[in-house]
């Protein structure tokens, strides 16, 4: 199965049937992602937490400076 992360400021809610539901940003939880995707920037992301867990990471916002294979931006 994919798992699909993204980094936003949504709070919990339903959708046109679709739930969002606010997770505990965890190695745990990033790692068990397929894609992460930052589509805002916010002080409580820490890049370098996000980019040394996750598989594969894409960054609408610029929000990590560093470079890695497993980084894509916008």
Avoid: G, M, P
Wanted: aromatic share 6%; with cysteine; proline share 0%.
């Amino acid at each position: 199965s994919s798992a699909f992360l993204c980094l936003t400021r949504v709070q919990d809610k339903t959708h046109k049937k679709v739930s969002l539901n606010s997770i505990e940003l965890t190695s745990k939880t990033l790692s068990e992602a397929d894609i992460v995707v930052i589509t805002t920037n916010h002080k409580d992301y820490v890049a370098d937490f996000i980019l040394k867990h996750a598989n594969l990471v894409v960054d609408l916002k610029n929000v990590i400076d560093s470079k890695s294979e497993k980084l894509y931006k916008l």
